[in-house]
């Protein structure tokens, strides 16, 4: 009897031993951790704050300025300014009627007029390339000699006269109040025959893509805007101006070859690249790329570019040979673009809008392109906002 007490109190003892262990593991488990961080969160990226900015500026749109705002129009040669305050238009395209007769002190004041008529600043621009395509030096009232083409410049000087050649663009722009240059051409050719020969920089894509690097630092810095052309690459093509050009290249050559200057201007901070009309079989063998869904995508998703896509003139006979110019805009903007060059602007604007309204084009859409272009104007300096 004894021993069987004895067993049964020092069966009870290990028991609570090993209960009162048990105890104090739990007790040192439970020491409670140290209190969670709440990480702060980043600061927006100066890119991030304008382009919130830009957001709410085109909130404060109507839908019909939200649609004009998408419009880059060839400067009528007369109620320019009326026209503009009537319809609060994104941008006036000036060609060398625009010039002739005029002096430095006039146009700015013309230009001055329009900007005075705009709601919404206006981007005011010119075909200003060099060589062939110079509507401004053309004319000797605003410089003494026409600017030289980019391998003219190059054969003179290297990557450093292209450098103070663009500085001199850059800054005579700026005393007329034009804002935006259409260039640079990033159309890769090496063949003198080619069409775009002249306007190019005459070498493979590695040394023209430098070309294009070059040129849009020096715009960037400059603030005056750039367009990346003509999207996704002349090549060997005829002149769009005159007809249809089809491509039948092979989408690598495009990788390898006629993309590389578009992705150098995008690197280095271009804020718009006009897409051509040239008809490209590898990418979409039914529609001219201006108004390709799949051109536009490549652009976007393959290219990584955010900015403003703008289309060449929508009356040039590619198009006209395609689909009439009404119809053209509406194509033009289901197809990405964010802003149509146009030389038949009231009639483009109408079907546009017309559009939106029977649901053809999402308001959605029309809201995203005012945007990227109200961006591009807080980027040149044209709308302020608290940065």
């Excluded at 090993?18 to 040192?28: F, H, I, M, P, V």
């Excluded at 869904?293 to 006209?320: K, N, Q, S």
């Excluded at 029977?358 to 940065?387: C, F, N």
Aim: glycine share 8%; with cysteine; proline share 4%.
């Amino acid at each position: 009897m004894k021993k069987r007490m004895l067993a049964l109190l020092l069966g009870l003892l290990c028991t609570g031993l090993t209960a009162c262990g048990s105890t104090d593991t739990a007790a040192k488990d439970e020491t409670p951790s140290a209190p969670t961080v709440d990480q702060p969160e980043p600061e927006p990226t100066p890119e991030e704050i304008r382009r919130t900015a830009a957001e709410q500026y085109a909130d404060g749109l109507t839908l019909e300025e939200q649609v004009a705002q998408m419009f880059f129009v060839r400067c009528p040669e007369t109620d320019a300014a009326a026209l503009t305050a009537q319809y609060d238009i994104g941008g006036y395209l000036l060609f060398a009627r625009d010039f002739d007769g005029q002096t430095k002190e006039s146009v700015a004041n013309t230009i001055a007029a329009y900007q005075n008529a705009a709601k919404t600043p206006m981007l005011i621009g010119v075909d200003e390339e060099g060589g062939t395509v110079v509507r401004v030096s053309s004319n000797p009232a605003f410089r003494a000699a026409k600017f030289r083409s980019p391998q003219a410049l190059y054969s003179e000087g290297g990557f450093d006269r292209i450098t103070s050649d663009t500085a001199e663009k850059d800054a005579l722009l700026r005393d007329l109040g034009i804002n935006v240059n259409f260039a640079p051409v990033c159309d890769v050719s090496t063949d003198p025959s080619d069409f775009i020969y002249a306007r190019s920089f005459g070498m493979d894509a590695e040394q023209t893509g430098e070309y294009v690097r070059t040129v849009v630092t020096q715009m960037v810095s400059d603030k005056t805007g750039m367009v990346l052309k003509h999207f996704p690459g002349y090549g060997n093509n005829a002149d769009t101006h005159t007809g249809i050009a089809i491509d039948e290249r092979p989408m690598d050559t495009f990788r390898q070859s006629d993309f590389l200057p578009f992705q150098a201007g995008i690197e280095s901070g271009a804020q718009s690249v006009l897409v051509s009309h040239n008809v490209v079989n590898c990418m979409d063998a039914d529609r001219p790329a201006s108004l390709s869904a799949e051109v536009h995508r490549i652009l976007r998703e393959e290219l990584g570019f955010d900015g403003v896509i703008l289309t060449d003139d929508l009356i040039m006979d590619a198009i006209r040979d395609y689909t009439g110019g009404e119809n053209a805009a509406v194509l033009a903007v289901q197809a990405g673009n964010d802003m149509l060059t146009s030389s038949d602007f009231e009639t483009q604007y109408n079907a546009v809008l017309a559009a939106v309204q029977d649901g053809t084009i999402p308001e959605s859409q029309i809201h995203a392109s005012a945007v990227r272009v109200i961006d591009w104007k807080m980027q040149l300096g044209l709308i302020s906002y608290d940065a």
